[in-house]
């Protein structure tokens, strides 16, 4: 074993212990359900904190490098510790510590219905996981610790087992992910063949010898083994069905953290191992997050199931920082290393921010769907008297996913927007146009969004209740309020003082990219490119906050009434108001299906029951309006047929012979003499 930095080290040998407390604390007390999911999320608790304090380190400059050679054949397993790294485990942290603390609450009503100890073992895993794939150093240790990620997510998606929805959820999940796998496993075998070394650390410097036949076919697998693990369209199938099925403290690691180490994947193709490609490679990056973003807000507009909304919305937010990426890609490759670091900078940021802003979202509708037991919006209603701080929490998040000031997701967006729009200084048509394609895509992605979260919040939180449990539903426990008011917090925060984030980060772009992104900032402005664009977040979130305080206390000097006076609400003529005259989810996103119908496919059904005695009176309206997904219609589908028409063709050759499998033994054995000699 060879170790470096002893401070770093110990340190992340305090996080490991912390994640192996909980995992075998959890098993230890599993005869004690109650102890079993304290003692489990509480490890995890620790074990992220100490993950943070890891990670800032790193990001001020600390490094480690440990070597244990015994531990994995072909070249020991390996970590090591970057600023890139040291960011993506501060991210990972970032989302953990309030998850866990949220658990603690959430996962009491799993008790007698599942394994509180399976569970605590597997969150632990999970964790653990994610906190050591960036710090992998080479592919057998990477790989052994994604798969290790993705098979404990995968029994954490199907705690919920007896539901046939989550088990196909499950599968789909499954399915994807290990197709992913076998991408980067492919991907990787040809870099480690070509460079002649399965160190991580020598490949950046080996791989600029290769031919670019080579480059290409390895970008293209990474890409797609990150890209699916990310969830960007067309690779999002699992996406939708996983993160709601999951129970939702996980479906906020999943969403918030996990997918973004498929960016993190992404970072090291493009800037690291690789290094700079042809110009095709950051287009395709920039188109991909365009349409990611735009079909992505699209699919979650529509959508009534909360937690499936959210899960789609993280396909939009994927494609943002894809923007970045390709962004970055693109003006490094027309020698423009300070444009690059900027849209580099303002992808890494939005990861950061959409890891906060989105963990908060899916606690919040997991702290609804706690409380009423559904997660369809034409249910609910009527939750922010009930609710008073979870509809705050969930307001502050769906104002920060909607790019408003002073939240942090307006900020990462506006440096987006500067990155995309100084493409001017290319002086290639073709590129300015894929540029002015992004630029437009995100316009139209943040605009939508704003919609989306209006109806999520306002059909969710408003109005009157729609069934019985919305009525009767009451606040959640002080752990799990405790979990997001942390997370909305972290979003004002990182909205209104980015320097203290941005510093940071502008360190890692440098290190990464050997050049400083053209923004200048401090703790009260940011400025990019020299005075193109600049904005003063806290000086914004004070005239927010005088305003709102100007308005009550001009209205006291003005010496109006302010004692409350109570009447009925209008209902046109009706003397008794119900939640029936209430704007539901489907008929505010129903102008959306009619603007975006070539998209959405839409398939109505109207069944109207009159009554007996006369048809001019009508007892009940079903109206049905259910939109189709197009990739899986057109490429999804026609490919499991063609799988399973495959299969019932080769069904043939299982004739029960041995004789028969003997023969197609001899035929393989020979096929690969044949082949290696």
Not at 466 to 492: D, F, G, K, S, Y
Request: charged share 10%.
């Amino acid at each position: 074993m060879t170790i470096d930095s002893p401070v770093m080290l110990d340190l992340f040998l305090v996080t490991l212990a912390g994640f192996s407390t909980g995992a075998v604390g959890a098993l230890i007390t599993a005869r004690s359900p109650n102890w079993a999911r304290i003692v489990g999320h509480g490890g995890a608790l620790l074990g992220a904190l100490g993950a943070l304090t890891f990670a800032l380190a790193g990001l001020a400059g600390g490094t480690m490098k440990l070597d244990i050679p015994e531990l994995l054949p072909i070249g020991g397993a390996v970590f090591g510790v970057d600023r890139v790294s040291a960011f993506f485990v501060a991210l990972t942290a970032l989302g953990a510590i309030p998850a866990a603390l949220y658990a603690i609450g959430y996962t009491r009503e799993y008790a007698g219905r599942h394994s509180l100890a399976g569970m605590g073992f597997a969150f632990n895993v999970f964790v653990a996981a994610m906190v050591l794939v960036p710090l992998a150093r080479n592919v057998l240790t990477f790989l052994v610790l994604w798969e290790l990620m993705s098979l404990a997510s995968y029994f954490l998606v199907i705690t919920e087992h007896e539901r046939e929805e989550t088990l196909t959820a499950g599968w789909v999940y499954f399915v994807m992910t290990h197709a992913g796998f076998a991408a980067l496993l492919l991907g990787f075998l040809l870099l480690t063949r070509a460079t002649g070394t399965p160190s991580f650390t020598e490949w950046s410097a080996a791989a600029a010898r290769l031919d670019l036949n080579s480059r290409n076919l390895i970008f293209v697998l990474l890409a797609l083994g990150f890209g699916s693990k990310a969830g960007a369209i067309p690779l999002h199938v699992w996406l939708p069905r996983a993160h709601p099925a999951a129970p939702s403290h996980v479906s906020a690691l999943m969403s918030g953290v996990m997918i973004k180490l498929g960016v993190y994947g992404l970072v090291r193709v493009a800037f690291d191992w690789l290094g700079a490609g042809p110009l095709w490679w950051g287009s395709g990056m920039l188109i991909a997050g365009a349409i990611s973003g735009v079909l992505g807000v699209l699919y979650s507009l529509v959508d009534a199931d909360l937690k499936r909304l959210l899960a789609y919305s993280s396909v939009e937010n994927i494609g943002i920082i894809m923007l970045g990426l390709g962004g970055a890609m693109l003006f490094q490759a027309h020698a423009l290393p300070g444009l690059a670091a900027l849209a580099l900078l303002a992808a890494l940021f939005h990861a950061l921010n959409h890891a906060a802003f989105k963990s908060l979202l899916f606690m919040g509708a997991g702290a609804v769907l706690h409380a009423t037991h559904t997660r369809n919006m034409e249910e609910l209603g009527g939750l922010i008297k009930r609710m008073p701080q979870t509809a705050l929490f969930f307001l502050v998040g769906s104002l920060a996913i909607a790019a408003l000031p002073p939240f942090n997701g307006f900020l990462s967006e506006w440096l987006m927007f500067q990155s995309l729009l100084l493409s001017f200084q290319i002086s290639a048509h073709t590129i300015n146009l894929i540029f002015a394609f992004g630029v437009a895509s995100l316009a139209l992605t943040s605009g939508l969004a704003a919609a989306c979260f209006v109806r999520a919040f306002g059909i969710t939180f408003l109005a009157l209740p729609r069934c019985e449990p919305a009525a009767r539903a009451r606040e959640v426990e002080w752990t799990m309020r405790a979990a997001m008011a942390l997370l909305a917090l972290a979003c004002v925060v990182l909205g209104i003082a980015p320097a203290l984030t941005l510093t940071p980060l502008e360190a890692t772009v440098f290190d990464l990219m050997g050049a400083h992104a053209d923004v200048k900032f401090n703790l009260t402005a940011v400025v990019a490119d020299g005075g193109f664009g600049w904005i003063a977040p806290l000086w914004i979130a004070a005239g927010l906050v005088v305003f709102l305080l100007a308005v009550p206390l001009s209205l006291r000097l003005m010496g109006v009434n302010r004692r409350q006076r109570s009447y009925e609400t209008w209902g046109c003529g009706r003397a008794l108001q119900t939640a029936r005259f209430e704007y539901t989810a489907t008929a505010f996103a129903n102008p959306f299906k009619r603007v975006f119908v070539l998209l959405y496919r839409p398939v109505k059904e109207l069944d109207i029951e009159f009554h007996p005695e006369s048809r001019y009176f009508v007892r009940t309206i079903a109206y049905y309006n259910e939109g189709r997904l197009i990739f899986e219609d057109t490429l999804y589908r026609p490919f499991l047929r063609m799988i399973q028409a495959l299969a019932r063709e080769a069904r043939a050759l299982q004739s029960g012979n041995v004789h028969g499998y003997l023969v197609y033994i001899l035929v393989a054995l020979v096929a690969l003499l044949v082949l290696t000699v």
